[in-house]
């Protein structure tokens, strides 16, 4: 098995789409504030991130955080509750996990892979307009990982995410029944870059907004970046 180390790290970045932070998504739907609030209960009966009634298989009521945790707590929770079909690199479909990126090239690096990620999407799709907006959440972490940073030419780390993505998860299933927290990773993406996933929404701490990021295509498969803040 990986050897674990001790990971203290005040400021991982994750990039999320603004969607999901700046508007409730009943929002179109209401004429005002009282019937948004009536709205959102309505979508808690049925959100995994919101309500233990809607939850995927592989997650746990017990693991995940409430208002007492204070700003970020359904942002985490989503992570989990939400996985996409077929999984992530070190994730299956029934329970997500916590992406981000650390060290100098935090943010190259989580940019490096939404646009391999979105710019897939786009070609499958056969169009290259497109404009994604999103916004860093920084967290920190004082715990240990399992780290396979030393790990070259591991299956898991391929670039090919069909060689990566079965290996990876299994790999991931493993540390998690074992008790682990989560992996520490090259980035497949940023040939410089760190990435840290976590299994565990305990261990994610102090979560607050970064700056906004765009992502803007008009025509052409790389997209150009722009820094709002």
């Known amino acids: 098995m990986i050897s674990e ?5 005040p400021a991982t970045v994750r ?10 998504a009943v929002k179109p739907l209401a004429d005002d504030d009282d019937e948004i ?13 919101l309500s233990p009634l809607a939850l995927p298989v592989g997650v746990d009521p017990a ?9 970020g707590w359904s942002l985490i929770n989503a992570a989990f509750c939400h996985a996409r079909p ?4 070190f994730n299956g479909e029934e329970r997500g996990a916590w992406y981000c990126a650390f060290g100098p090239r935090a943010l190259q690096t989580c940019q490096a892979e939404i646009v391999y990620h979105r710019t897939r999407a786009l070609s499958e799709a056969g169009s290259f307009h497109d404009i994604g907006r999103y916004r860093e959440l920084i967290a920190g972490f004082t715990c240990r990982f399992h780290d396979a940073r030393g790990e070259k030419g591991a299956a898991y780390l391929d670039p090919d995410t069909t060689v990566a993505y079965p290996a990876g998860q299994a790999l991931a299933a493993t540390i998690l029944a074992e008790g682990g927290n989560g992996l520490i990773y090259p980035s497949a993406r940023d040939p410089e870059g760190e990435c840290l996933a ?4 305990a261990v994610i701490q102090n979560i607050r907004q ?4 765009t992502f ?14």
């Open 5 to 9: 180390i001790d990971f203290n790290e």
């Open 15 to 24: 990039l999320i789409s603004t969607a999901y932070i700046d508007e409730p």
């Open 37 to 49: 609030e009536i709205l959102n209960r309505l979508e808690a009966m049925t959100s995994a991130r």
């Open 63 to 71: 693991e995940l955080l409430n208002e007492t945790f204070g700003y």
């Open 86 to 89: 077929p999984g992530n690199r």
């Open 198 to 201: 976590v299994f565990r929404p």
């Open 210 to 213: 970064g700056r906004t990021i």
């Open 216 to 229: 803007q295509r008009s025509g052409a498969p790389e997209p150009r970046i722009l820094d709002e803040d």
